[in-house]
Antibody
Framework: EVQLVESGGGLVQPGGSLRLSCAASGLTFSGYWMNWVRQAPGKGLEWVATISSDGSQKYYVDSVKGRFTFSRDNTKNSLYLQMNSLRAEDTAVYYC??????????WGQGTLVTVSS | DIVMTQSPDSLTVSLGERATINCKSSQSVLDNSNNKNYLIWYQQKPGQPPKVLISWASTRESGVPDRFSGSGSGTDFTLTISSLQAEDVAVYYCQQYYGSPPWTFGQGTKVEIK
């Protein structure tokens, strides 16, 4: 069974940093493109970032470019989202999700990031 | 960027009745080279992550009940629940996966029981 487990969320002050992790199991991790999607409280889904299977290609939504860095370690079956210069509008549940055939077919349960003073 | 607009924002339907959700993209998501529409429908129940219902605009995922169907092409798409069940109460999202990122979602449609 494929499992994605996010961690690293919490309360951080505006301007602060946080590093999210996503641990994957039950899949050949290095064969998949992976994504982060976020959902602000009571709001809809927003795609945040995508990383290629080997980590060489990365794409970001405009609102996080230059502040967030998406990386992966295929030896540890893990994803990382380094989030710097955090803003109140970054407050959300962050999901990692596997991409297969141009759809997000497997999601973690999410980790909550709250940016507040 | 492709903007996805769903309608309505919310829908109240009686058990056993039909529910119809529309999704419109600001530009075509049809790839004429393979005749595929890069349009996905997700279902999100309270407290849960989203789940893929339909891919390529009309291909139902394995295990998804056949009361769910997707249709449309180009810029206009529809998700239909033919006979609403209590377990279908959820928010439904469309997402486009055409070309290169950003992959954008519609704002969501909340489906409730009348």
């Amino acid at each position: 069974e494929v499992q994605l487990v996010e961690s690293g969320g919490g309360l951080v002050q505006p301007g602060g940093s946080l590093r999210l992790s996503c641990a994957a199991s039950g899949l050949t991790f290095s064969g998949y493109w992976m994504n982060w999607v976020r959902q602000a409280p009571g709001k809809g889904l927003e795609w945040v970032a995508t990383i290629s299977s080997d980590g060489s290609q990365k794409y970001y939504v405009d609102s996080v470019k230059g502040r967030f860095t998406f990386s992966r370690d295929n030896t540890k079956n893990s994803l990382y989202l380094q989030m710097n210069s955090l803003r109140a509008e970054d407050t959300a549940v962050y999901y990692c999700a596997r991409e297969t055939r141009r759809r997000l077919d497997c999601w973690g349960q999410g980790t909550l990031v709250t940016v507040s003073s | 960027d492709i903007v996805m607009t769903q309608s309505p924002d919310s829908l109240t339907v009686s058990l056993g009745e039909r529910a119809t959700i529309n999704c419109k993209s600001s530009q075509s998501v049809l790839d004429n080279s393979n005749n595929k529409n890069y349009l996905i429908w997700y279902q999100q129940k309270p407290g849960q992550p989203p789940k893929v219902l339909i891919s390529w605009a009309s291909t139902r995922e394995s295990g998804v009940p056949d009361r769910f169907s997707g249709s449309g092409s180009g810029t206009d798409f529809t998700l239909t629940i033919s006979s609403l069940q209590a377990e279908d109460v959820a928010v439904y999202y469309c997402q486009q996966y055409y070309g290169s990122p950003p992959w954008t979602f519609g704002q969501g449609t909340k489906v409730e029981i009348k």
